[in-house]
């Protein structure tokens, strides 16, 4: 076995929640493993057991843990009431629950007396204008505290959060909220992006000539520029807050009320539209906060760079329901350069600092050496998500940014809002590993004959209920889109679309989609492994890698993105096409390998590879606004083969 990067200190262990938690249980638990069998051995157990130590707040306990616990159907904490909001704002009234900042604008912090004030008034003015359980309310905004505020006034009520980051194009808006008719609509006057001012105003007017359900427009005044909407009612956030409140209402629910409804990020349908439940994303996200990221009440600052567009702004801001203090940022992590995000975590006291691997790699290829220019001595957890991190990011952050840090690579997604794979702050971290499956979590890797296997690749399955499944999709009352996404190749086992190695150490390792795995000769490879083995190449800025039909088979196509005045020489080719080879097997060298301008991704941040396929193959991309950069496919079309 290797040695591992990084292993966490008697004291790390001691102090941590997991480990309180493991004391706490009636269990006699050796290792995290012993645990996690447990958890998924004992679903009922652990579950309510949870329940307990996160101390979440309710009206009506449960009678039930898990009534019917199949999937699709599973049904969790039967008889119980209450409201996510009230979970989110029960921290310590003196402390920050909240510190936003921008490109242009200082950070600011809101106190979780301020907060709850702030919502209580934001709450009256929603009533008002006629927001009750079950209204839909749609965000097209900033990542900014004032949409935390709505979010929250939101929920207490009841009502239906959904939400687009504002760099979405108005068909992308029309694509997402066009589907579940809002009556509300909050957006801003414009936003902040590169040092770039950009209006809202024709997207949103845009939006409105399309989707008649919305009854008022809140809008937030968040950059200077003047905006006017089409709308015969347009309502100022400020005068919202000239409500007087002190505290806000609760609005009781069932664990399975709507809270959110999320959007899938492909390119080549129209996106899902996934409903997510109050309780189910509250218990899921404070495990996943408490046991395996060690959020601590009073002492967690946690960051994550996120669009209000992205799951995993949603997830940080859940945050506040352990205690934690959130730090938002609107704009771009390289403006004025790549250095500001890591400038930000001496200036904050950041504890937990979430990225991407795409962050980490642009810092890398430009040479950004944090160690250098900052002291990082808060800085507990590095996190990271969106794409697999290679094994050569490990090592950089480990060498770059500090040894004694818990890496914590996860992977899960929209459709269940959370994780499947994570970290835990009493395991070693192993280069190229996600540390361990989740509590509660009943994940394997699946070959084709659906074989449980250890040390090879294959689908990423789920083989039990969990309570963060989706209630179900929007207009879909039957439930066959949903059956159809999740259960359709193995009946009644959650199949993710990842593809995965689990390896002996118990961890995992991530090769990328499962609908655009390469199955050259019929052997499956992953295109992570081929990013990774030309991660190295300083002449190679980005790339994308795709399997393409040919001649009965399948053959393996490498685009890349060069760096300025660099061009793909037949030397330059050999160099890569070499060390694929060694590094990976013969089927994993491209048989094609061509120069673009530019690698398309969603506006999420995600590689999205079918998109390319699709381009290369002809057939029409049906949701180009989930791109930000659109135009970059055009190129792939005329790729000459």
């Keep these: ?25 009636s269990e006699n638990f050796e290792s995290y493993f012993d645990l996690h069998k447990w958890s998924i051995n004992d679903m009922e157990s652990f579950w309510s057991q949870f329940w307990i130590f ?8 449960f009678d039930i843990v898990l009534e019917n616990p199949v999937m699709p159907g599973a049904k969790w904490f039967s008889g119980s009431k209450l409201n996510y909001a009230e979970n ?26 301020e907060l709850n004030q702030k919502v209580s008034s934001v709450q009256k003015g929603l009533i008002d204008l006629g927001v009750k359980k079950n209204t839909i309310v749609a965000g097209f905004v900033p990542n900014c505290s004032e949409t935390v505020i709505m979010m929250l006034a939101v929920s207490s009520l009841g009502a239906v959060w959904t939400s687009c980051s504002p760099d979405f194009g108005a068909k992308g808006v029309v694509d ?30 845009g939006v409105l000539e399309v989707i008649d359900s919305i009854e008022h427009i809140i809008e937030i005044n968040y950059v200077d520029i003047d905006s006017a909407f089409n709308h015969k009612s347009v309502i100022s956030f400020d005068t919202l ?11 009781q629910l069932p664990f399975d009320h709507p809270l959110y409804i999320m959007y899938s990020s492909g390119t080549t349908g129209p996106p899902k539209s996934i409903i997510h439940s109050t309780g189910g994303t509250l218990i899921q996200h ?51 350069n790549l250095e500001k995000l890591w400038k930000m975590i001496d200036e904050l006291k950041i504890t937990h600092f979430g990225t991407s691997p795409k962050f980490l790699s642009a810092c890398e290829t430009n040479k950004i050496l944090p160690n250098e220019f900052c002291k990082i001595e808060s800085l507990e957890s590095i996190l990271s998500t969106g794409s697999p991190l290679v094994e050569e990011q490990f090592d950089w952050i480990y060498s770059n940014v500090k040894s004694d840090i ?76 949903y059956s159809s996404a999740y259960f359709e190749e193995f009946e009644g086992v959650w199949t993710h679309g ?86 990976t097997t013969p089927r994993h060298v491209p048989k094609y390998i061509f120069q673009v301008t530019d690698i398309p991704y969603t506006i999420s941040g995600k590689k999205v590879e079918k998109a390319v396929l699709h381009s290369i193959l002809g057939k029409k991309i049906k949701n180009k606004d989930a791109l930000s950069n659109p135009r970059s496919l055009s190129e792939y079309v005329n790729l000459p083969f």
């Design 498 to 583: 990842d593809y995965l190695e689990i390896t002996k150490n118990g961890g995992a390792i991530i090769y990328g989609r499962s609908d655009t795995t390469l199955n050259p000769g019929g052997v499956r490879i992953g295109t992570a492994e081929i990013y990774r083995s030309i991660e190295s190449f300083e002449e190679v800025l980005d790339s994308v890698v795709i399997g393409k039909p040919e001649d009965s088979d399948v053959s393996v196509v490498l685009c890349l993105k060069l760096a300025e005045n660099v061009i793909l020489t037949k030397e330059l080719e050999d160099r890569i096409k070499s060390q694929i080879r060694k590094s």
């Design 88 to 113: 989110l704002l029960k921290g310590d009234p003196e402390q920050d629950a909240i510190i936003s900042l921008g490109e242009n604008k200082p950070a600011k912090s809101l106190t979780f007396r």
């Design 241 to 251: 807050l000239e409500n007087k409140g002190e505290l806000p209402r609760f609005e």
């Design 406 to 481: 818990h890496l914590s690579s996860i992977s899960g997604g929209t459709d269940i809002i959370g994780c499947f794979f994570a970290g835990s702050p009493i395991l070693p971290v192993f280069r190229g590993e996600l540390q361990c499956p989740q509590l509660g979590m009943s994940v394997e890797s699946w070959n084709e004959d659906g074989m449980s296997v250890i040390g090879e690749s294959g689908e990423l399955v789920c083989t039990k209920p969990f309570p963060s499944m989706p209630i179900g999709f929007w207009n879909d009352d039957d439930g066959s889109k």
């Design 286 to 336: 404070m495990k996943e906060h408490q046991l395996h990221c060690d959020i601590q009440s009073g002492k967690s600052k946690m960051f994550w760079f996120t669009t209000c567009g992205w799951m995993m702004w949603n997830w940080l801001v859940s945050g506040l329901s352990s205690g934690a203090t959130i730090v938002l940022y609107d704009g771009s992590p390289s403006y004025p």
């Design 54 to 61: 996160s101390k979440i707040k309710y009206s009506e306990n």
């Design 176 to 205: 997402r909220f066009g589907q579940v008719y809002p009556q509300i609509l909050i957006t801003s006057n414009g936003y902040s992006y590169n040092g770039k001012l950009f209006k809202l105003e024709d997207k949103v007017n």
């Design 1 to 25: 076995m290797r040695s591992p990067l990084w292993m966490p200190s008697n004291e790390k262990i001691n102090n941590s929640l997991m480990h309180k938690f493991m004391r706490e249980c």
